[in-house]
């Protein structure tokens, strides 16, 4: 009896997952202008799994980087905030990073089919 009281009182702390904050960065916010007069925010998350000290992903940072790069092409990105933070569980965890910044449209997108047109890149 004391057996499974024991078991049904542990079971859950070694089950049991926490979240970690660990860093944000914050860019500057050049050139600064409210989000009212024209700015989107656009975010992009990547994650990394880890078991037992193993992964395979090592190159999420850079992919949600690209991923917040895509979300703005027709403008100019600025103020960007990264924020890295693990989730954890047992003998694994999550590294997450979360990107947002202020896309703020620069040319049309009509102006810029025209401009490439013009100038094809080969």
Avoid at 9 to 21: D, E, H
Avoid at 46 to 64: D, K, R
Avoid at 65 to 72: E, F, I, R, S, T
Wanted: aromatic share 10%; with cysteine; proline share 3%.
């Amino acid at each position: 009896m004391k057996n499974l009281i024991f078991s049904i009182l542990i079971l859950p702390i070694l089950t049991s997952c926490a979240f970690s904050m660990h860093q944000v960065h914050v860019s500057d916010f050049q050139p600064y202008a409210p989000i009212e007069q024209g700015g989107e925010v656009v975010k992009a998350v990547g994650e990394q799994f880890v078991i037992l000290w193993f992964t395979s992903e090592t190159n999420y940072v850079n992919e949600a980087y690209a991923q917040l790069q895509q979300k703005c092409i027709h403008g100019d990105l600025s103020s960007i905030t990264s924020q890295l933070y693990t989730e954890l569980g047992f003998m694994s965890w999550k590294n997450k990073i979360l990107l947002q910044g202020v896309c703020r449209e620069t040319k049309s997108k009509s102006a810029i089919v025209i401009e490439q047109i013009k100038n094809p890149r080969i």
